[in-house]
């Protein structure tokens, strides 16, 4: 396998200053783009995980090439090479996105880094002339959002968010009928990040970076510091430095879905976290028992992680409603289950099923008939990649499902739950509880939550009670908090800095 060498430090500098030059150019025209009959060249920065699901899925589109590949990490990018050769595809490798995205060979970028490159990495494709599939969250902390959404604006690009879930045939059809208001007005939306997440290990020093790594390009943006866990890849989730937690790895999902039935444009005036890391000692930082309180004016979002099983020895994860990965939309009428990417499920105010979407059964039930699966990307199995490569083709970016704007908007209430839980103070249960006894909506979510702690043999003392985020829903930054601002914008590392462009 050919793998290029780290570059030069002469090429270095030529990209870096290719980079700043391209700051102050008209937006790129994206002349060249590939016809109905032409096919789209896609390169691959990322993809030990994710990443290889969307190459997968962008292969499936009538049209598709995958012509190039990056990791850091030889040995991912050896198992990325094999993977596509046997797709039938001819990839060039590179161990430097920068490489990739200056390959006249590559029309689009799927893009599935951890997310401290997300933004940079898409910044500099789209500056380059590339369309990007960007995987969820978009950015790393509010500050990279607006700079994302304004290097569209500014480049032309494409740009499709993946959060894929706008693209669920069984979800855009429950929107509509739920905007037909046989339910009534939307009250209230309860989302549920309930996946199991163990201890991952506490380290006592120091570990080893692997030696198929490049730790600086893996570290790009973010500060170059030493490995503190027993595994680079997948555990910087759980890192605020690299990661957003589990409401930004699976959360976002929900949070977007939430935001899409709720007709929700912007962030709440508000934001305010409960919870900790409960249940074990480990090196990971971000919470895995969580409640967020986003209160949004026509109905309020309330939001929960759990890590932790349904109890002590149980290898089953809480729901609560029907929902254990997904919402519950609460109508004046009646309810919406949203339990899966692909299914939905109304009820009236007494419980009874209304109307179904996709197939999803009910504990207890029997599981329908499968149904035979339209061909990938064809007109009746629309997709979130075709969706992307048609857009891609004309040039139309209101076609696009999921656009930076949407992206950056569901991202930001990840941010601010996080932004929210750091700058907390650890206080008892009965005095997080006084804070939300006036709102009763919030006070049963919050005791079910301690009793699930209590239920796991792990109720603390006293757990996280964030600081209260209030919100300029014009400017959508957080006010009169100068801790929270300099959470809302990382520090990054030269010469990988996001530029600004808003």
Known sequence: MHSPQNPTRRSFLKSVAATAATLSLPAKVFAGAPGANEAVRIGGIGFNGRGMADLTGLLAVPNVRVTALCDVDSAVLAK?????????????????????IESKDVDAVMIATPNHWHCLAAIWAMQAGK????????????????????????????LQSGTQCRSSPALIEAYAWTKAGHLGRLVRVHGTCYKRRASIGKVTGPQPIPTTVDYDLW?????????????????????????????????????????????????????LSFGGRFGYDDDGQTPNTQLVLLPYVKAPLYFEVRGLPSKVGSKEMDNYRGSAIGLVLQYERGHVLIPAYNAAIAFDDKGEILQRWGRYSLPGEVAPPAAPA?????P????????FISAVRTRNAKSLACNAREGEVSSALCHLAGISHRLGTLQTSESALERVQDEPVATEALGRMLEHLKLNDALPEKLTLGALLKIDAQREEIMDNPAATALSHRKDRAPFSVPKMA
């Open 80 to 100: 990325g090479r094999a993977a596509m050769e046997t797709a039938g595809q001819t990839v060039q490798v590179f161990s430097d996105l920068r490489r990739l």
């Open 374 to 378: 339209p061909a990938p990307g064809s």
């Open 380 to 387: 009746l199995a629309p997709t979130h990649y075709s969706n």
């Open 131 to 158: 369309d990007v599939y960007l995987e969820k969250p978009v950015s790393h902390t509010l500050w990279e959002g607006k700079q994302l959404v304004a290097a569209v604006r500014k480049t032309g690009a494409i």
């Open 219 to 271: 570290c790009g943006p973010s500060a170059k510091a030493e490995l503190q866990r027993t595994k680079l890849h997948y555990d910087w989730h759980w890192a605020w430095e690299t990661g957003n937690g589990d409401f930004g790895n699976q959360g976002v999902h929900q949070a977007d879905i939430a935001r899409w039935f709720m007709d929700e444009p912007s962030l709440p005036p508000s934001a």
